[in-house]
Protein backbone atom coordinates (compact mmCIF):
# COMPACT_ATOMS: atom_id res chain seq x y z
CA UNK A 1 0.00 0.00 0.00
CA UNK A 2 1.52 3.23 -0.89
CA UNK A 3 0.40 6.36 1.25
CA UNK A 4 0.23 9.94 -0.02
CA UNK A 5 3.64 12.34 1.14
CA UNK A 6 4.29 15.65 1.20
CA UNK A 7 7.11 15.42 -0.63
CA UNK A 8 5.30 14.56 -3.68
CA UNK A 9 3.85 18.08 -3.42
CA UNK A 10 7.37 19.23 -3.76
CA UNK A 11 7.98 16.57 -6.89
CA UNK A 12 4.90 18.13 -8.34
CA UNK A 13 5.96 21.55 -8.19
CA UNK A 14 9.61 21.11 -9.26
CA UNK A 15 8.37 19.33 -12.29
CA UNK A 16 5.66 22.29 -12.87
CA UNK A 17 8.97 24.41 -12.78
CA UNK A 18 10.60 22.47 -15.17
CA UNK A 19 7.58 22.15 -17.66
CA UNK A 20 7.15 25.63 -17.78
CA UNK A 21 10.82 26.61 -18.31
CA UNK A 22 10.69 23.86 -21.50
CA UNK A 23 7.72 25.92 -22.67
CA UNK A 24 9.46 28.90 -22.77
CA UNK A 25 12.64 27.57 -24.11
CA UNK A 26 10.84 25.94 -27.04
CA UNK A 27 8.72 29.41 -27.77
CA UNK A 28 12.20 30.92 -27.81
CA UNK A 29 13.38 28.59 -30.12
CA UNK A 30 10.06 28.87 -32.31
CA UNK A 31 10.46 32.24 -32.14
CA UNK A 32 14.39 32.63 -32.92
CA UNK A 33 13.35 30.80 -35.94
CA UNK A 34 10.76 32.74 -37.17
CA UNK A 35 12.97 35.71 -36.89
CA UNK A 36 15.25 34.05 -38.90
CA UNK A 37 13.14 33.18 -41.71
CA UNK A 38 10.93 35.97 -41.71
CA UNK A 39 13.91 38.27 -41.44
CA UNK A 40 11.80 39.64 -38.08
CA UNK A 41 14.20 42.45 -36.28
CA UNK A 42 11.50 42.91 -33.57
CA UNK A 43 10.70 39.58 -33.03
CA UNK A 44 14.60 38.67 -32.82
CA UNK A 45 14.88 41.30 -30.27
CA UNK A 46 12.08 40.06 -28.17
CA UNK A 47 13.16 36.85 -28.09
CA UNK A 48 16.72 38.22 -26.88
CA UNK A 49 15.01 40.31 -24.08
CA UNK A 50 12.83 37.14 -22.55
CA UNK A 51 16.04 35.25 -22.24
CA UNK A 52 16.90 36.93 -18.59
CA UNK A 53 13.37 34.97 -17.64
CA UNK A 54 14.33 31.99 -18.61
CA UNK A 55 17.64 32.36 -16.48
CA UNK A 56 15.79 33.44 -13.33
CA UNK A 57 13.61 30.25 -13.93
CA UNK A 58 16.89 28.22 -14.07
CA UNK A 59 18.11 29.72 -10.48
CA UNK A 60 14.55 28.79 -9.46
CA UNK A 61 14.77 25.47 -9.98
CA UNK A 62 17.98 25.19 -8.85
CA UNK A 63 17.35 26.57 -5.46
CA UNK A 64 14.43 24.16 -5.25
CA UNK A 65 16.62 21.16 -6.14
CA UNK A 66 18.99 21.64 -3.65
CA UNK A 67 16.59 22.15 -0.89
CA UNK A 68 15.04 19.00 -1.79
CA UNK A 69 18.06 17.17 -1.62
CA UNK A 70 19.41 18.55 1.37
CA UNK A 71 15.92 18.00 3.44
CA UNK A 72 14.49 15.19 2.01
CA UNK A 73 17.57 12.97 1.34
CA UNK A 74 15.78 11.45 -1.95
CA UNK A 75 16.43 7.67 -3.17
CA UNK A 76 15.44 5.75 -5.80
CA UNK A 77 12.89 7.03 -8.32
CA UNK A 78 13.01 10.33 -6.45
CA UNK A 79 16.95 10.53 -6.76
CA UNK A 80 16.73 9.97 -10.09
CA UNK A 81 13.66 12.54 -11.01
CA UNK A 82 15.97 15.20 -8.93
CA UNK A 83 19.21 14.22 -10.51
CA UNK A 84 17.14 13.97 -14.17
CA UNK A 85 15.83 17.53 -13.23
CA UNK A 86 19.47 18.92 -12.20
CA UNK A 87 20.86 17.99 -15.22
CA UNK A 88 18.13 18.91 -17.85
CA UNK A 89 17.82 22.58 -16.53
CA UNK A 90 20.61 24.01 -17.70
CA UNK A 91 20.49 21.94 -20.86
CA UNK A 92 16.88 23.96 -21.56
CA UNK A 93 19.14 27.12 -20.31
CA UNK A 94 21.83 26.24 -23.29
CA UNK A 95 19.12 26.14 -25.71
CA UNK A 96 17.57 29.28 -24.91
CA UNK A 97 20.89 31.12 -25.25
CA UNK A 98 21.55 29.51 -28.05
CA UNK A 99 18.03 30.61 -29.27
CA UNK A 100 19.13 33.96 -28.48
CA UNK A 101 22.89 33.62 -30.36
CA UNK A 102 20.18 32.39 -33.63
CA UNK A 103 18.48 36.11 -32.72
CA UNK A 104 21.68 38.08 -32.46
CA UNK A 105 23.06 36.45 -35.95
CA UNK A 106 19.55 37.56 -37.44
CA UNK A 107 19.63 40.92 -36.69
CA UNK A 108 22.73 41.32 -37.86
CA UNK A 109 21.85 39.62 -41.55
CA UNK A 110 19.12 41.70 -41.71
CA UNK A 111 21.45 44.87 -42.08
CA UNK A 112 23.05 42.92 -45.25
CA UNK A 113 21.29 41.83 -48.34
CA UNK A 114 19.41 38.88 -48.11
CA UNK A 115 21.69 35.73 -49.63
CA UNK A 116 20.06 33.13 -51.64
CA UNK A 117 17.55 30.55 -49.84
CA UNK A 118 20.03 27.87 -48.25
CA UNK A 119 17.19 25.17 -48.44
CA UNK A 120 19.12 22.60 -45.49
CA UNK A 121 18.64 25.37 -43.18
CA UNK A 122 14.99 25.33 -42.35
CA UNK A 123 14.89 21.85 -42.05
CA UNK A 124 17.78 21.70 -39.74
CA UNK A 125 15.94 24.36 -37.61
CA UNK A 126 13.10 22.75 -37.71
CA UNK A 127 14.56 19.46 -37.33
CA UNK A 128 16.19 20.72 -34.09
CA UNK A 129 12.86 22.13 -32.58
CA UNK A 130 11.14 18.82 -33.15
CA UNK A 131 14.13 17.35 -30.82
CA UNK A 132 13.76 19.64 -28.46
CA UNK A 133 9.99 19.82 -28.75
CA UNK A 134 9.66 15.37 -28.57
CA UNK A 135 12.61 15.52 -25.57
CA UNK A 136 10.68 17.48 -23.48
CA UNK A 137 7.70 15.44 -24.12
CA UNK A 138 9.44 12.41 -23.08
CA UNK A 139 10.26 13.69 -19.99
CA UNK A 140 6.75 15.02 -19.06
CA UNK A 141 5.39 11.19 -20.50
CA UNK A 142 8.46 9.53 -18.97
CA UNK A 143 8.73 7.91 -22.63
CA UNK A 144 11.93 6.24 -22.54
CA UNK A 145 11.06 4.58 -26.47
CA UNK A 146 9.80 8.44 -27.27
CA UNK A 147 13.84 9.58 -26.01
CA UNK A 148 16.03 6.77 -27.46
CA UNK A 149 14.25 7.74 -31.15
CA UNK A 150 15.08 11.34 -30.25
CA UNK A 151 18.52 10.47 -29.70
CA UNK A 152 18.45 8.24 -33.00
CA UNK A 153 17.52 11.45 -34.85
CA UNK A 154 20.73 13.26 -33.26
CA UNK A 155 22.98 12.01 -36.44
CA UNK A 156 20.69 13.34 -39.22
CA UNK A 157 20.79 16.75 -37.38
CA UNK A 158 24.54 16.49 -38.14
CA UNK A 159 24.37 15.34 -41.38
CA UNK A 160 21.89 18.87 -42.55
CA UNK A 161 24.51 20.75 -40.45
CA UNK A 162 27.53 19.56 -42.80
CA UNK A 163 25.44 19.66 -45.64
CA UNK A 164 24.15 23.16 -45.23
CA UNK A 165 27.73 24.24 -44.48
CA UNK A 166 29.13 22.89 -47.82
CA UNK A 167 26.39 24.83 -49.52
CA UNK A 168 27.39 28.78 -47.83
CA UNK A 169 30.95 27.54 -48.59
CA UNK A 170 29.90 26.78 -51.90
CA UNK A 171 27.76 30.91 -52.04
CA UNK A 172 31.57 32.38 -50.14
CA UNK A 173 33.65 30.82 -53.10
CA UNK A 174 31.26 31.90 -55.83
CA UNK A 175 31.59 35.80 -54.42
CA UNK A 176 33.29 37.11 -51.70
CA UNK A 177 30.64 39.76 -50.88
CA UNK A 178 28.40 36.59 -49.43
CA UNK A 179 31.59 35.80 -47.19
CA UNK A 180 29.82 37.86 -44.31
CA UNK A 181 26.19 36.74 -44.29
CA UNK A 182 27.12 33.02 -44.81
CA UNK A 183 29.61 32.62 -41.82
CA UNK A 184 26.88 34.00 -39.91
CA UNK A 185 24.64 31.27 -41.55
CA UNK A 186 27.14 28.95 -40.70
CA UNK A 187 27.32 29.53 -37.33
CA UNK A 188 23.43 29.55 -36.83
CA UNK A 189 23.76 26.22 -38.16
CA UNK A 190 25.91 25.07 -35.60
CA UNK A 191 23.48 26.74 -33.27
CA UNK A 192 20.50 24.69 -34.20
CA UNK A 193 23.15 21.46 -34.37
CA UNK A 194 23.67 22.54 -30.56
CA UNK A 195 20.54 22.64 -29.47
CA UNK A 196 19.96 19.35 -31.05
CA UNK A 197 22.55 17.69 -28.97
CA UNK A 198 20.94 19.40 -25.69
CA UNK A 199 17.75 17.59 -26.25
CA UNK A 200 20.19 14.39 -27.39
CA UNK A 201 21.29 14.83 -23.75
CA UNK A 202 17.99 15.23 -22.08
CA UNK A 203 16.55 12.23 -23.73
CA UNK A 204 19.80 10.00 -22.29
CA UNK A 205 18.50 11.59 -18.50
CA UNK A 206 15.04 10.33 -19.36
CA UNK A 207 16.32 7.26 -20.00
CA UNK A 208 18.50 7.37 -17.00
CA UNK A 209 14.54 9.10 -15.04
CA UNK A 210 13.02 5.84 -15.93
CA UNK A 211 15.11 2.99 -16.64
CA UNK A 212 18.00 3.54 -14.35
CA UNK A 213 20.55 3.44 -17.14
CA UNK A 214 22.95 5.43 -17.89
CA UNK A 215 23.57 5.91 -22.02
CA UNK A 216 25.66 8.71 -22.25
CA UNK A 217 28.37 8.47 -24.13
CA UNK A 218 27.67 4.50 -25.45
CA UNK A 219 26.70 3.88 -28.54
CA UNK A 220 22.84 3.44 -29.48
CA UNK A 221 23.27 -0.49 -29.62
CA UNK A 222 24.88 -0.20 -26.16
CA UNK A 223 21.80 1.62 -24.65
CA UNK A 224 19.51 -0.50 -26.62
CA UNK A 225 20.88 -3.70 -24.66
CA UNK B 1 12.14 -25.81 24.95
CA UNK B 2 13.31 -25.38 21.57
CA UNK B 3 13.14 -27.92 18.47
CA UNK B 4 15.18 -27.38 15.49
CA UNK B 5 14.48 -29.28 12.23
CA UNK B 6 18.15 -30.25 11.05
CA UNK B 7 18.67 -30.21 7.68
CA UNK B 8 21.52 -33.01 6.92
CA UNK B 9 22.55 -31.46 3.63
CA UNK B 10 22.57 -27.89 3.03
CA UNK B 11 20.33 -27.40 0.22
CA UNK B 12 20.49 -25.51 -3.21
CA UNK B 13 18.88 -22.11 -3.57
CA UNK B 14 15.77 -22.38 -4.69
CA UNK B 15 14.39 -18.96 -3.98
CA UNK B 16 14.99 -15.98 -6.45
CA UNK B 17 16.27 -13.84 -3.46
CA UNK B 18 19.77 -16.30 -3.07
CA UNK B 19 21.87 -13.98 -4.68
CA UNK B 20 25.53 -14.40 -5.05
CA UNK B 21 27.78 -11.38 -6.39
CA UNK B 22 30.93 -13.18 -6.85
CA UNK B 23 32.41 -12.56 -3.31
CA UNK B 24 33.48 -14.79 -0.99
CA UNK B 25 30.88 -15.92 0.74
CA UNK B 26 30.66 -15.94 4.65
CA UNK B 27 27.30 -16.70 5.38
CA UNK B 28 25.52 -18.79 3.07
CA UNK B 29 21.65 -18.80 4.10
CA UNK B 30 19.35 -21.50 2.28
CA UNK B 31 15.40 -21.97 2.02
CA UNK B 32 15.59 -20.72 6.26
CA UNK B 33 12.49 -20.63 7.84
CA UNK B 34 11.14 -19.28 11.58
CA UNK B 35 8.57 -19.77 13.47
CA UNK B 36 7.36 -18.91 16.92
CA UNK B 37 4.98 -21.42 17.83
CA UNK B 38 2.47 -22.40 14.94
CA UNK B 39 3.67 -18.34 13.58
CA UNK B 40 6.24 -18.88 10.59
CA UNK B 41 8.08 -15.00 10.46
CA UNK B 42 10.35 -16.70 8.27
CA UNK B 43 9.60 -17.58 5.04
CA UNK B 44 12.68 -19.62 2.73
CA UNK B 45 15.10 -16.78 3.31
CA UNK B 46 17.79 -17.57 1.33
CA UNK B 47 21.08 -15.36 0.93
CA UNK B 48 24.41 -15.27 0.51
CA UNK B 49 26.09 -12.67 2.89
CA UNK B 50 30.07 -11.63 1.93
CA UNK B 51 33.24 -11.77 4.28
CA UNK B 52 34.54 -8.73 4.67
CA UNK B 53 31.70 -6.15 3.59
CA UNK B 54 28.71 -4.60 5.80
CA UNK B 55 25.67 -5.95 5.08
CA UNK B 56 22.35 -4.35 6.04
CA UNK B 57 18.75 -5.62 6.87
CA UNK B 58 16.23 -2.84 5.94
CA UNK B 59 12.27 -3.15 6.45
CA UNK B 60 9.22 -2.21 8.58
CA UNK B 61 9.23 -3.62 12.10
CA UNK B 62 7.70 -6.58 12.44
CA UNK B 63 9.15 -7.76 9.29
CA UNK B 64 11.93 -10.82 10.43
CA UNK B 65 15.21 -8.86 10.00
CA UNK B 66 15.47 -9.22 13.84
CA UNK B 67 14.57 -12.81 13.83
CA UNK B 68 17.18 -13.14 10.96
CA UNK B 69 19.86 -11.92 12.63
CA UNK B 70 19.42 -13.56 15.98
CA UNK B 71 19.20 -16.70 14.16
CA UNK B 72 22.78 -16.23 12.55
CA UNK B 73 24.18 -16.98 16.23
CA UNK B 74 21.71 -19.15 17.22
CA UNK B 75 20.21 -16.08 19.32
CA UNK B 76 16.73 -17.16 19.34
CA UNK B 77 17.69 -20.62 20.74
CA UNK B 78 16.60 -19.06 24.34
CA UNK B 79 12.92 -18.19 23.06
CA UNK B 80 10.66 -21.08 24.14
CA UNK B 81 8.24 -22.76 21.40
CA UNK B 82 11.26 -20.85 18.81
CA UNK B 83 12.18 -24.08 15.74
CA UNK B 84 13.91 -23.22 12.47
CA UNK B 85 14.13 -25.59 9.17
CA UNK B 86 16.74 -24.79 6.19
CA UNK B 87 20.30 -23.72 6.48
CA UNK B 88 22.81 -20.76 7.95
CA UNK B 89 26.02 -21.67 7.23
CA UNK B 90 28.96 -20.12 7.98
CA UNK B 91 32.24 -21.34 6.13
CA UNK B 92 30.20 -23.85 4.45
CA UNK B 93 29.17 -24.88 7.97
CA UNK B 94 25.78 -25.45 8.98
CA UNK B 95 25.48 -23.86 12.58
CA UNK B 96 21.90 -25.34 13.16
CA UNK B 97 23.83 -28.98 12.98
CA UNK B 98 23.25 -31.09 15.76
CA UNK B 99 26.76 -31.25 17.02
CA UNK B 100 27.47 -27.22 17.12
CA UNK B 101 28.95 -25.79 20.04
CA UNK B 102 26.63 -22.70 20.44
CA UNK B 103 28.79 -21.02 23.11
CA UNK B 104 32.07 -21.20 20.45
CA UNK B 105 29.86 -19.86 17.91
CA UNK B 106 28.66 -16.83 19.39
CA UNK B 107 32.54 -16.46 20.38
CA UNK B 108 32.98 -16.44 16.25
CA UNK B 109 29.52 -14.22 15.48
CA UNK B 110 29.65 -11.43 18.02
CA UNK B 111 26.31 -9.49 18.75
CA UNK B 112 25.47 -5.77 19.23
CA UNK B 113 22.37 -4.75 20.53
CA UNK B 114 20.47 -1.49 19.85
CA UNK B 115 20.62 -0.85 23.76
CA UNK B 116 24.18 -0.69 24.89
CA UNK B 117 23.93 -3.62 27.88
CA UNK B 118 27.69 -2.94 29.71
CA UNK B 119 27.86 -5.09 32.46
CA UNK B 120 27.73 -3.03 36.13
CA UNK B 121 32.13 -3.41 36.38
CA UNK B 122 34.95 -1.01 35.34
CA UNK B 123 35.92 -0.41 31.68
CA UNK B 124 38.44 -2.82 31.81
CA UNK B 125 36.14 -5.90 33.45
CA UNK B 126 33.69 -5.38 30.46
CA UNK B 127 36.31 -6.03 28.07
CA UNK B 128 38.08 -9.29 29.62
CA UNK B 129 34.54 -10.89 30.28
CA UNK B 130 34.65 -13.05 27.69
CA UNK B 131 38.76 -13.48 27.81
CA UNK B 132 38.38 -14.35 31.34
CA UNK B 133 35.38 -17.04 30.53
CA UNK B 134 37.35 -17.88 28.21
CA UNK B 135 40.37 -18.88 30.24
CA UNK B 136 42.73 -15.93 29.91
CA UNK B 137 44.71 -15.43 32.68
CA UNK B 138 47.71 -13.69 31.72
CA UNK B 139 47.11 -9.75 33.10
CA UNK B 140 49.94 -8.68 30.45
CA UNK B 141 48.25 -10.78 27.36
CA UNK B 142 44.69 -9.31 28.81
CA UNK B 143 46.01 -5.82 28.56
CA UNK B 144 47.14 -6.02 25.17
CA UNK B 145 44.17 -7.50 23.63
CA UNK B 146 41.77 -5.12 25.59
CA UNK B 147 44.06 -1.91 24.39
CA UNK B 148 43.96 -3.31 20.95
CA UNK B 149 40.06 -3.90 21.37
CA UNK B 150 38.86 -0.39 22.60
CA UNK B 151 41.22 0.64 19.63
CA UNK B 152 39.16 -0.85 17.55
CA UNK B 153 36.36 0.31 18.89
CA UNK B 154 37.69 4.08 18.97
CA UNK B 155 37.03 4.46 22.53
CA UNK B 156 40.43 3.40 23.31
CA UNK B 157 41.84 7.37 23.75
CA UNK B 158 38.71 8.44 25.42
CA UNK B 159 39.18 5.84 28.34
CA UNK B 160 43.04 5.15 28.69
CA UNK B 161 43.18 6.84 31.80
CA UNK B 162 40.13 5.47 33.42
CA UNK B 163 39.95 1.97 32.69
CA UNK B 164 39.14 1.12 36.31
CA UNK B 165 36.09 3.22 36.50
CA UNK B 166 32.90 1.95 36.28
CA UNK B 167 31.01 1.40 32.35
CA UNK B 168 27.79 2.84 33.66
CA UNK B 169 29.30 6.25 33.95
CA UNK B 170 30.12 6.29 30.47
CA UNK B 171 27.55 8.46 27.53
CA UNK B 172 25.69 6.28 25.74
CA UNK B 173 27.45 6.43 23.04
CA UNK B 174 30.83 5.30 24.59
CA UNK B 175 28.60 2.41 26.15
CA UNK B 176 27.86 1.43 22.95
CA UNK B 177 31.38 1.17 21.42
CA UNK B 178 32.47 -0.09 24.96
CA UNK B 179 29.69 -3.15 23.87
CA UNK B 180 31.53 -3.20 20.37
CA UNK B 181 35.19 -4.03 22.16
CA UNK B 182 33.53 -6.61 24.29
CA UNK B 183 32.66 -7.60 21.01
CA UNK B 184 35.91 -7.10 19.29
CA UNK B 185 38.22 -8.89 22.29
CA UNK B 186 37.67 -12.45 21.78
CA UNK B 187 38.41 -12.33 18.13
CA UNK B 188 34.92 -12.87 16.46
CA UNK B 189 34.51 -13.18 12.86
CA UNK B 190 31.32 -11.96 12.42
CA UNK B 191 29.68 -8.90 14.23
CA UNK B 192 26.05 -8.71 14.16
CA UNK B 193 24.41 -5.27 15.02
CA UNK B 194 20.97 -4.91 16.25
CA UNK B 195 20.23 -1.01 15.55
CA UNK B 196 23.62 0.23 17.00
CA UNK B 197 22.71 3.71 17.30
CA UNK B 198 19.11 3.99 16.86
CA UNK B 199 19.22 5.22 20.86
CA UNK B 200 21.81 7.49 20.11
CA UNK B 201 22.07 11.23 19.31
CA UNK B 202 24.00 11.98 15.83
CA UNK B 203 27.48 12.50 16.75
CA UNK B 204 27.79 9.54 18.45
CA UNK B 205 25.61 7.79 15.34
CA UNK B 206 28.81 8.98 13.00
CA UNK B 207 31.14 7.63 14.87
CA UNK B 208 29.35 4.02 14.80
CA UNK B 209 29.16 4.69 11.75
CA UNK B 210 32.82 5.78 11.35
CA UNK B 211 33.62 2.62 13.22
CA UNK B 212 31.69 0.34 11.34
CA UNK B 213 33.65 1.73 7.98
CA UNK B 214 36.54 1.02 9.38
CA UNK B 215 35.99 -2.54 11.06
CA UNK B 216 34.89 -4.26 7.65
CA UNK B 217 38.34 -4.63 6.63
CA UNK B 218 38.59 -7.20 8.89
CA UNK B 219 34.99 -8.29 10.21
CA UNK B 220 32.16 -10.05 7.99
CA UNK B 221 29.26 -6.94 9.62
CA UNK B 222 25.53 -7.36 9.69
CA UNK B 223 23.43 -4.32 10.41
CA UNK B 224 19.67 -3.89 11.49
CA UNK B 225 18.86 -0.33 10.73
CA UNK B 226 16.00 1.74 10.70
CA UNK B 227 17.25 4.54 9.52
CA UNK B 228 17.64 4.19 5.52
CA UNK B 229 20.36 6.72 5.09
CA UNK B 230 22.14 5.22 7.61
CA UNK B 231 21.96 1.27 5.71
CA UNK B 232 22.38 3.78 2.71
CA UNK B 233 26.01 5.25 4.04
CA UNK B 234 27.67 2.38 5.83
CA UNK B 235 26.27 -0.86 3.67
CA UNK B 236 28.11 -2.78 0.85
CA UNK B 237 24.62 -4.50 0.02
CA UNK B 238 21.22 -4.05 1.37
CA UNK B 239 18.66 -6.89 1.77
CA UNK B 240 15.00 -5.54 2.00
CA UNK B 241 12.75 -7.48 4.25
CA UNK B 242 8.84 -7.52 4.00
CA UNK B 243 6.67 -9.77 6.54
CA UNK B 244 8.96 -12.51 6.92
CA UNK B 245 10.37 -12.88 3.69
CA UNK B 246 13.11 -10.94 1.17
CA UNK B 247 12.01 -8.90 -1.25
CA UNK B 248 15.22 -7.70 -3.01
CA UNK B 249 18.78 -8.23 -1.81
CA UNK B 250 21.31 -6.08 -4.03
CA UNK B 251 24.16 -4.20 -4.07
CA UNK B 252 23.35 -1.24 -1.26
CA UNK B 253 23.94 1.25 -4.85
CA UNK B 254 21.22 -0.39 -6.81
CA UNK B 255 18.77 -0.58 -4.02
CA UNK B 256 18.97 3.45 -3.59
CA UNK B 257 19.15 4.45 -6.72
CA UNK B 258 17.11 1.90 -8.56
CA UNK B 259 15.69 -1.23 -7.51
CA UNK B 260 13.67 -3.60 -9.21
CA UNK B 261 11.05 -4.38 -7.12
CA UNK B 262 8.08 -1.55 -6.54
CA UNK B 263 7.70 -2.39 -3.19
CA UNK B 264 11.53 -1.93 -2.68
CA UNK B 265 11.13 1.47 -4.04
CA UNK B 266 7.80 2.55 -1.83
CA UNK B 267 9.98 1.53 1.19
CA UNK B 268 13.19 3.65 0.30
CA UNK B 269 11.55 6.41 -0.63
CA UNK B 270 8.97 6.43 2.22
CA UNK B 271 5.76 5.73 0.25
CA UNK B 272 5.15 2.81 1.74
CA UNK B 273 2.26 2.93 4.75
Redesign the interface.
Known sequence: ???P?H?DKDIEELNHLLLRMGAMVEDAMARSIRALLERDTVLANEVIARDDEIDRMEIVIDQKTIELIAKM????????FVATIMKITPELERIADLAQDVCERAIELNREPMLKPVSDLPRLAHDAQAMVRDALDAFVRGDAALARKVIAQDDNVDALTESSFRNLLTYMLEDARNISSAIRLTFIGKYFERMADGATNICEMVVYLVE?KMIKHTALAAADE | MITLVLEPEPKAATSQAATSMNDDTKISVRDFDFFYGAAKVLHGISLDIPARKVTALIGPSGCGKSTFIRSINRMNDIIPEARASGTIAIDGRDVYRGDTDVVELRRRVGMVFQKSNPFPKSIYDNVAYGLRIGGMRNKRQLDDIIERSLTRAALWHEVKDRLQASALALSGGQQQRLCIARALAVDPEILLMDEPASALDPIATSKIEELIYELKDNYTIVIVTHN??QA?RVSDRTAFFMLGRVVEYAETNAI????KEKM???Y??????
Open positions: MTVRFQPTANDLRG | MQAFMNPTEDVTGRFG
